[in-house]
């Protein structure tokens, strides 16, 4: 009797199953429109919330993940030599989508020249020659706008935001001589589940670092995410890939980094040339260079390491010269708790206004962020009509599924105001 | 819930039309299938929403078949139907749940149930599909550890879960008092969770069963946990094993829990220990269930070390002490395989000259083969290569060969990395490519290196797993094997 029982009752499951998939990811091809040939590493991205992208591989192919909270999203697919493409996701089906791009017209004097293996070293040592020339070596400021959030890829668990000012020397200075004032800080209720047993691990884990002597970065995520910018003083004095005495990109023959031209944009006078590299052959296209020809700055950047687990990606604007950063985004593995499969992510994003380089205030030492002051279990003072008149957040507002996600308990003025000082 | 029997309802209907239309069918089958009903239990997903978080979750089921031996059943592959069914003759079986955020639920189930799953706050959450019953006995450990402490996981989890954390990381992180004080937290939660079984048990919350099980896998817990030593960081096994073998732990005979009990010991034994454990045991009399749960593990360690002769000898020993004949093929299973497939490894020797395995073995035919298999990103393996290249050269005149096998992903810069560690000799280096169209290298799983294997002058794999080459175990091999 049980056994036809559940039988039926498997059937009845399994239409169930075919009929009621949430989307939370969405597969198929992008392909050329012209000759319907495969689109080798186009990247998608939600319109609204680009840190939510994937990659499509050598064959066009692609699966992008995405918080199901934004089933109303647009996708943009973009690649080099290809317009820009926008699709609502609710026009897309789960599986099987074919993305046509339509070629870009180039004109007849710019003619593309694939570089070759050695032309590609060539111009990564040359950048990373070029970064005490290209980058900032005097006291300047920056405003900028600090947002992190984190999600689990269900929802959305904490948000934290900061108007900051950034106050650099040089980037030929170590990181710990630049100093960030906090403007203002406000930050949402932790949703996430935290173990306090994982609190413990992570605190041994530090104390034990700490007492070898090893140059720790600071707990303070504001200003981690600012000297993560890969061209500081840290980096280009250390041995790894921006260093001047690292491996530049290179690998050694045990451990080799293999490289990958993925093309070239041409914007005003200037030649940017895209370069992927990866420890793996082929580069899939997710850690990349972009090299400006005329002066060999690198002006944009992402290195992504494990399968996408922890990224950083930084893009810089030329001001008079010298490139500054105008956006630094870090995405990490949030380790909360025992839970590190399922990717819970913090997202950091850093926006800077142009920067500030005569008639400077400087920030005074007690004004300034403890480097190890540790955010979320401080209080701030809020001040609800700072953020009402910023500008920078109005440039860069929160999306309104995150904001739903958010609230599902409490609006996030409430909880503003319970996570602030009295 | 209500729902539920709704759905129920309708599918008895449903079920009362099939069996009509059916009636006419050949009865014998439907004989058959009660009697399937009866031995069998089945779990089934409640919904799209529940299949997908076991995916998401890559949750694992676990549970000891019949012949003891364990079955995991993972979520994570597209094939994943939306029902799981156990076959077993036993009474009651107990079933394992773990998932990615290291959560960890026993379910203590009986013969004939039929179970929903459904996912309740981000857990599983099991309820019977054919018995009326309180949530208890189902999800009795998840209960357990939200009333008692308030969170997904018991105290004796979070001292395992940073127990292992400590060992595993590289350098010494100073855990001893906090491991100290989550041991002495968790002891007194075995305490609490035997009066919160008491007192359930009084409400008749679930069936005497279904206390004794969760009651003796308690006292083995705290048995377990006292073997461990948040000072010196190691667990006394013979603390341990003591445990196993004195106390009276007949609810939990074949049950997940004591299988990995057993596992435990013996990794963590020395292989003499092991051995004598075993001769022990057997001088004693009848092997019990417990007994035979160690010597299977012990047979599992044992045998990848060995030549296949080797292998053959002391599994003729030990065939009549185990369980039964299923675990011997199991044992067997991976020296058959190995020696029914064919090598076919494609090979690339130095510039770029290729060739592959079988034509490498039929090249050397008459001389013993040690194939030290290695890659670029293996530091023990280059560290080994001077002893491999001193033993060539010993054992050069006696017949025996030492080949340099990479299995890098990272061929194209083999050779450099070869000429580097003065390994590159003409007819003795080789790197395997199109790594993953080889079958061979498959079954011979090469993710673990360093790792040397044996041919004989016929070309036949003879150990799959051979001693290093800078140990007295490897020179005392190949005097053996040579004299004959």
Same mark, same amino acid.
């Given at each position: 009797?049980?056994?036809?029982?559940?039988?039926?009752?498997?059937?009845?499951?399994?239409?169930?199953?075919?009929? !009621?998939?949430?989307?939370?990811?969405?597969?198929?091809?992008?392909?050329?429109?012209?000759?319907?040939?495969?689109?080798?590493?186009?990247?998608?991205?939600?319109?609204?919330?680009?840190?939510?992208?994937?990659?499509?591989?050598?064959?066009?192919?692609?699966?992008?993940?995405?918080?199901?909270?934004?089933?109303?999203?647009?996708?943009?697919?973009?690649?080099?030599?290809?317009?820009?493409?926008?699709?609502?996701?609710?026009?897309?089906?789960?599986?099987?989508?074919?993305?046509?791009?339509?070629?870009?017209?180039?004109?007849?004097?710019?003619?593309?020249?694939?570089?070759?293996?050695?032309?590609?070293?060539?111009?990564?040592?040359? *950048?990373?020659?070029?970064?005490?020339?290209?980058?900032?070596?005097?006291?300047?400021?920056?405003?900028?706008?600090?947002?992190?959030?984190?999600?689990?890829?269900?929802?959305?668990?904490?948000?934290?935001?900061?108007?900051?000012?950034?106050?650099?020397?040089?980037?030929?200075?170590?990181?710990?001589?630049?100093?960030?004032?906090?403007?203002?800080?406000?930050?949402?209720?932790?949703?996430?589940?935290?173990?306090?047993?994982?609190?413990?691990?992570?605190?041994?884990?530090?104390?034990?670092?700490?007492?070898?002597?090893?140059?720790?970065?600071?707990?303070?995520?504001?200003? $981690?995410?600012?000297?993560?910018?890969?061209?500081?003083?840290?980096?280009?004095?250390?041995?790894?890939?921006?260093?001047?005495?690292?491996?530049?990109?290179?690998?050694?023959?045990?451990?080799?980094?293999?490289?990958?031209?993925?093309?070239?944009?041409?914007? $005003?006078? %200037?030649?940017?040339?895209?370069?992927?590299?990866?420890?793996?052959?082929?580069?899939?296209?997710?850690?990349?260079?972009?090299?400006?020809?005329?002066?060999?700055?690198?002006?944009?950047?992402?290195?992504?390491?494990?399968? $996408?687990?922890?990224?950083?990606?930084?893009?810089?604007?030329?001001?008079?010269?010298?490139?500054?950063?105008?956006?630094?985004?870090?995405?990490?593995?949030?380790?909360?708790?025992?839970?590190?499969?399922?990717?819970?992510? %913090?997202?950091?994003?850093?926006?800077?206004?142009?920067?500030?380089?005569?008639?400077?205030?400087?920030?005074?030492?007690?004004?300034?962020?403890?480097?190890?002051?540790?955010?979320?279990?401080?209080?701030?003072?809020?001040?609800?009509?700072?953020?009402?008149?910023?500008?920078?957040?109005?440039?860069?507002?929160?999306?309104?599924?995150?904001?739903?996600?958010?609230?599902?308990?409490?609006?996030?003025?409430?909880?503003?105001?319970?996570?602030?000082?009295? | 819930?209500?729902?539920?029997?709704?759905?129920?309802?309708?599918?008895?209907?449903?079920?009362?039309?099939?069996?009509?239309?059916?009636?006419? +069918?050949?009865?014998?089958?439907?004989?058959?299938?009660?009697?399937?009903?009866?031995?069998?239990?089945?779990?089934?997903?409640?919904?799209?929403?529940?299949?997908?978080?076991?995916?998401?979750?890559?949750?694992?089921?676990?549970?000891?078949?019949?012949?003891?031996?364990?079955?995991?059943?993972?979520?994570?592959?597209?094939?994943?139907?939306?029902?799981?069914?156990?076959?077993?003759?036993?009474?009651?079986?107990?079933?394992?749940?773990?998932?990615?955020?290291?959560?960890?639920?026993?379910?203590?189930?009986?013969?004939?149930?039929?179970?929903?799953?459904?996912?309740?706050?981000?857990?599983?959450?099991?309820?019977?599909?054919?018995?009326?019953?309180?949530?208890?006995?189902?999800?009795?450990?998840?209960?357990?550890?939200?009333?008692?402490?308030?969170?997904?996981?018991?105290?004796?989890?979070?001292?395992?879960?940073?127990?292992?954390?400590?060992?595993?990381?590289?350098?010494?992180?100073?855990? !001893?008092?906090?491991?100290?004080?989550?041991?002495?937290?968790?002891?007194?939660?075995?305490?609490?969770?035997?009066?919160?079984?008491?007192?359930?048990?009084?409400?008749?919350?679930?069936?005497?069963?279904?206390?004794?099980?969760?009651?003796?896998?308690?006292?083995?817990?705290?048995?377990?946990?006292?073997?461990?030593?948040?000072?010196?960081? %190691?667990?006394?096994?013979?603390?341990?094993?003591?445990?196993?073998?004195?106390?009276?732990?007949?609810?939990?005979?074949?049950?997940?829990?004591?299988?990995?009990?057993?596992?435990?010991?013996?990794?963590?034994?020395?292989?003499?220990?092991?051995?004598?454990?075993?001769?022990?045991?057997?001088?004693?009399?009848?092997?019990?269930?417990?007994?035979?749960?160690?010597?299977?593990?012990?047979?599992?360690?044992?045998?990848?070390?060995?030549?296949?002769?080797?292998?053959?000898?002391?599994?003729?020993?030990?065939? *009549?002490?185990? *369980?039964?004949?299923?675990?011997?093929?199991?044992?067997?299973?991976?020296?058959? *395989?190995?020696?029914?497939?064919?090598?076919?490894?494609?090979?690339?020797?130095?510039?770029?000259?290729?060739?592959?395995?079988?034509?490498?073995?039929?090249?050397?035919?008459?001389?013993?083969?040690?194939?030290?298999?290695?890659?670029?990103?293996?530091?023990?393996?280059?560290?080994?290569?001077?002893?491999?290249?001193?033993?060539?050269?010993?054992?050069?005149?006696?017949?025996?060969?030492?080949?340099?096998?990479?299995?890098?992903?990272?061929?194209?810069?083999?050779?450099?990395?070869?000429?580097?560690?003065?390994?590159?000799?003409?007819?003795?280096?080789?790197?395997?490519?199109?790594?993953?169209?080889?079958?061979?290298?498959?079954?011979? %799983?090469?993710?673990?290196?360093?790792?040397?294997?044996?041919?004989?002058?016929?070309?036949?794999?003879?150990?799959?797993?051979?001693?290093?080459?800078?140990?007295?175990?490897?020179?005392?091999?190949?005097? +053996?094997?040579?004299?004959?």
């Amino acid at each position: 009797m049980n056994f036809f029982c559940t039988t039926i009752f498997f059937l009845c499951v399994q239409v169930a199953l075919a009929q !009621n998939q949430q989307t939370n990811n969405i597969s198929g091809f992008v392909t050329d429109k012209e000759d319907s040939s495969p689109v080798q590493f186009a990247y998608l991205y939600l319109k609204n919330y680009p840190d939510f992208s994937a990659l499509a591989d050598e064959r066009g192919e692609f699966k992008f993940f995405f918080p199901s909270q934004f089933g109303d999203e647009i996708v943009v697919i973009s690649s080099i030599g290809f317009q820009k493409l926008e699709v609502p996701i609710s026009s897309l089906s789960k599986t099987g989508n074919t993305l046509k791009l339509q070629r870009q017209l180039l004109s007849l004097n710019e003619v593309t020249v694939m570089p070759e293996d050695h032309s590609m070293e060539e111009m990564i040592s040359k *950048a990373i020659d070029n970064i005490p020339n290209n980058y900032p070596d005097k006291r300047h400021q920056l405003r900028g706008f600090y947002r992190k959030v984190s999600t689990n890829y269900e929802e959305f668990t904490k948000l934290v935001e900061a108007a900051v000012v950034v106050e650099d020397i040089s980037y030929l200075k170590e990181g710990s001589a630049l100093r960030v004032k906090l403007e203002s800080l406000r930050q949402s209720d932790e949703l996430g589940e935290v173990d306090s047993t994982m609190t413990i691990l992570k605190q041994r884990i530090r104390e034990q670092i700490k007492s070898t002597g090893s140059a720790l970065g600071p707990s303070n995520e504001i200003i $981690g995410t600012y000297q993560h910018n890969g061209f500081r003083g840290d980096a280009y004095n250390s041995k790894t890939w921006f260093g001047k005495d690292g491996d530049r990109f290179m690998g050694i023959p045990e451990l080799p980094t293999y490289h990958k031209f993925m093309g070239e944009e041409i914007i $005003g006078k %200037d030649t940017i040339h895209q370069i992927a590299f990866s420890t793996k052959d082929p580069p899939n296209g997710s850690s990349y260079l972009k090299i400006n020809s005329r002066n060999h700055a690198v002006v944009e950047y992402q290195i992504s390491w494990l399968s $996408g687990e922890y990224q950083t990606f930084a893009k810089f604007r030329e001001v008079d010269g010298v490139y500054y950063p105008e956006m630094i985004r870090n995405k990490e593995l949030r380790l909360i708790n025992r839970d590190v499969g399922t990717h819970q992510m %913090d997202i950091s994003t850093f926006w800077f206004d142009l920067p500030k380089t005569e008639d400077i205030k400087k920030i005074r030492a007690k004004d300034a962020l403890d480097r190890d002051e540790e955010v979320e279990s401080n209080d701030y003072e809020l001040d609800s009509s700072f953020w009402k008149a910023y500008d920078l957040i109005n440039k860069h507002p929160l999306d309104s599924a995150i904001i739903r996600s958010l609230e599902k308990n409490k609006s996030l003025e409430q909880q503003f105001k319970r996570n602030a000082k009295d | 819930m209500r729902k539920i029997e709704i759905k129920v309802y309708l599918i008895c209907f449903f079920l009362g039309f099939i069996a009509l239309c059916s009636c006419s +069918s050949d009865e014998k089958s439907e004989v058959q299938n009660a009697d399937e009903a009866i031995s069998q239990i089945v779990l089934v997903f409640e919904d799209s929403v529940a299949s997908r978080f076991f995916k998401q979750r890559k949750s694992v089921f676990k549970y000891m078949d019949d012949n003891q031996l364990p079955v995991e059943i993972a979520f994570n592959s597209k094939e994943a139907g939306s029902e799981i069914v156990l076959k077993t003759t036993r009474e009651f079986l107990d079933l394992v749940y773990r998932d990615n955020s290291q959560v960890e639920f026993t379910y203590f189930l009986q013969k004939g149930d039929s179970v929903l799953i459904l996912v309740k706050d981000k857990k599983p959450w099991l309820t019977s599909i054919n018995k009326d019953n309180s949530s208890y006995p189902y999800n009795l450990e998840l209960l357990r550890n939200t009333e008692l402490f308030g969170k997904p996981h018991s105290k004796v989890q979070d001292f395992y879960f940073l127990w292992n954390e400590t060992k595993a990381f590289p350098f010494e992180l100073g855990m !001893n008092d906090d491991l100290k004080q989550i041991k002495d937290e968790a002891i007194q939660g075995f305490e609490r969770e035997l009066c919160w079984l008491d007192s359930l048990a009084n409400t008749n919350s679930f069936s005497e069963e279904i206390k004794a099980f969760y009651t003796s896998k308690n006292r083995m817990a705290q048995k377990k946990l006292e073997a461990y030593d948040p000072e010196s960081l %190691d667990i006394n096994t013979q603390m341990a094993l003591n445990s196993i073998l004195q106390t009276d732990n007949s609810p939990l005979a074949n049950s997940v829990y004591l299988d990995e009990f057993s596992e435990l010991i013996i990794t963590n034994q020395t292989e003499g220990e092991s051995e004598a454990l075993i001769d022990s045991l057997i001088a004693r009399g009848e092997l019990n269930s417990n007994d035979k749960s160690l010597l299977l593990h012990y047979l599992q360690k044992e045998i990848p070390n060995l030549s296949f002769i080797e292998a053959d000898e002391v599994l003729e020993r030990y065939e *009549a002490k185990l *369980a039964n004949p299923a675990q011997m093929v199991q044992l067997n299973s991976s020296n058959k *395989a190995l020696q029914a497939i064919e090598s076919d490894i494609e090979l690339m020797g130095l510039q770029k000259s290729y060739s592959n395995f079988e034509e490498l073995l039929d090249q050397k035919k008459g001389k013993f083969l040690y194939v030290d298999l290695w890659a670029a990103w293996c530091i023990p393996c280059i560290k080994a290569f001077p002893a491999s290249l001193a033993l060539n050269e010993a054992y050069k005149s006696k017949g025996v060969e030492v080949i340099f096998l990479s299995v890098d992903d990272n061929y194209k810069f083999w050779e450099e990395v070869a000429i580097k560690y003065d390994i590159a000799i003409p007819e003795l280096s080789f790197v395997a490519i199109k790594k993953e169209e080889s079958e061979y290298l498959k079954a011979l %799983d090469v993710a673990l290196i360093p790792r040397y294997l044996i041919f004989d002058p016929e070309g036949k794999l003879i150990h799959p797993n051979a001693p290093r080459p800078d140990t007295e175990e490897i020179k005392l091999y190949f005097n +053996s094997i040579l004299k004959d």
